[in-house]
């Protein structure tokens, strides 16, 4: 009787449609899964949340059960389902209970979703770009300077040295957290009680010190302090030969070890033991390069060379000194304008030879991944740090470069995660501040990020290079007032500053003030000329105003430099090089030579294959120039892989007002019009404000009769009118 039953229920729900309706509910419920999968991921909601909608769907199945078995979607509208007594095709009008049922059926549809789209809302996060509040945990330490005793002041590096050396020891031991140099140092003449320290470094103990140094002989003293209450836990004098130093730094290192209990594993421990190097003469150089390497400026840089290559003369086997070396020509291509090439040239064979002397050296293993980094080899960076870090958990600077790494491949929330880590160990360090200060300028947020790198200045009032990130940020927003009030401080400071000058050439540039432009671009090409970007700034100026003999004799006289470079591959000079010629192919009509050349500048096909959203520049014009030449077959293939790397970025988080203008061009090489519109709308709407790149770049020939693109560069230029005289004012008297 039960089967019988059963089966007439079943019969039933199969003539009234039931099972049609559930299996259709069931692949949509499916596909809205999958959706959310992908969406979620680009919305910063987390892979759990996806519970929510499961839930829903599950609760939604009886209401589209009760919809099968009772009504019929016909076209006519919804009708009531014929009885078994009548033919299935004949559906019923609704009577006024079905209004009643319908009704109610579509609110619980309605409460259903609105509960998981309040859950779903409730786990979506913005990305989280700076460290949560930094609590301390057991295992761990901050090491202040310890305080030179000695009656000479210039004595200060030895005893600089010696504490750096002690956390870098600490800091190779996995199991406890050290607080890096930058934030530790940082208290260095301050008079900070030992809680408040603990506090903003989140340590739960303190090393401190001092160290005498008379003749041949060396008194270090060590307290270890607890940062809660600040009383001392052990406190101990060190005499000892100058000989003898590495000795003491073990001692003083185990007895922090064992103080928190902290058992080391065999090879921890020989690392404990072992001396960097036999000659004492070789180290104090080499400490002396350290305090001169870590002031950033040119002078410093090319003296701590000095002291490193003295240290290496006395010692040929002293593996942080070869390092160190390195490091200084790699700095030198930040602070003084040294090519990449050239830091290549100089800084790999370096760190080979540190990596040779010691393998596992993470120090040096981060050395050559920072090389790769600004050669914009972003994976292999990538790989570098994270191996770095593996070997020392408490490597600031490798969490932080990694970030940058992951940044510049478009994988923002990876990067984010990575600054936030190095914001923990290091939360007074300026390079992290920065760093998460232009993760918020690219995901949009202009004034977060601002008030981030301004952050970097109170920490560091004498950085060089900050009022030149602001002043480039605040020009990407069309924020020129910033941008100008910036520059000026800059010129005032520092009139013979390439990047001063550089950065007041880029703001005449894109307010196309041009009697202005053209000199100051040229100065910063005199005070740098190996700096590409100073080049190109001169070549955009004459582009922009028809300057057409000028632009070609330029491009040619920078290409021909390009053999004169070791080594001559894709370097981004080189790579810049080939870019100009290929434009100067294009206005000449050479598109086989433009071909060539953007092939080249895009790195050629395995620069392609690898490339990131930061590349689509070249790699937008190979594809122009492959249109002009007939080949839109090869074309198409290279946008589509273009706008997928700037979607990529966009679902990344990527939201400046500049990868909306790069978006736009891509669609105008595509021929959808509507699309490349509307996205040069919202790089208006963002604050991209550079009338001149749309009336004179090449990529918007489609669109040159568009009523639309021309309602665009009115709108920009009107915009413009009133920010040009608010920075000729700004600027006015300025002397360079």
Known sequence: MAVKTVRELFGEARRRGVLQTDAFYIVAAWAVLQASDVLFTGAWIPDSAIRFVFVGAICGFPLIMVFGWMYDVTAKGIRRTAPPSMPRDEALPLRRPDYLILSSISALAIGICAVVAVNVAGQAAPLQITAEQNEAVDNSIAVLTFVNLTDDSENDYFADGISEELLNQLASIPSLRVAARTSSFYFKGKNEPIPSIGRTL???????????????????????INASDGYHLWSRNFDTRQGDVFVVQEQIARAITDALKINLLDKQSAALASAPTDSFEAYDYYLLGQHYIEQRTPKSLEKSIQLFEKAIDLDNRFAPAYNSLALSYLFQGYYSDRPPEEVETLAIPLIEKSLELDPDFPNAIAARASVQLLLGDFASAEEGFRTAISLNPNYSGAWSNLGFSLLRQSKLKEAAAAYAKSEVLDPLSTTVKLNVGLLHMLTGDYETGLTAIERVRELKPDIAHIPAVITHWSKVYGRYETAAESARKMIEKKPDSSRAQAALADIYVALGIWDKALP????????????????SRILDVYLMTG??????????????????LTPTGQSPTNRTRYSWRGLAALLDGDFDQAISDYTDASGGQAGIDNAVYDDITSIKYLAFALQKSGQDAKAEPLLLKCLGLAQKAREQGWA???????????????????????????????GWLNANRLETGLLWSSLREDPRFQRIISEVNGKLDSKRQAVVKILEGLAY
């Open 656 to 686: 400046t007002p500049t990868i909306h203008y790069r978006t736009a061009q891509i669609y105008a090489l595509l021929g959808e019009a509507d699309k490349a519109i509307e996205q040069l709308r919202a790089a208006r709407d963002k």
């Open 547 to 564: 300057a057409t003999a000028e632009f070609t004799n330029l491009v040619h006289a920078e290409y021909a430099k390009i053999d004169k």
């Open 202 to 224: 989140g340590v739960k103990t303190v090393l401190e010190g001092s160290v005498r140094v008379s003749r041949d002989r060396i008194r270090i003293t060590a307290q270890l």
């Open 520 to 535: 100051a671009a040229y100065r910063a090409y005199e005070l740098a000329p190996d700096v590409y970007h100073h080049f």
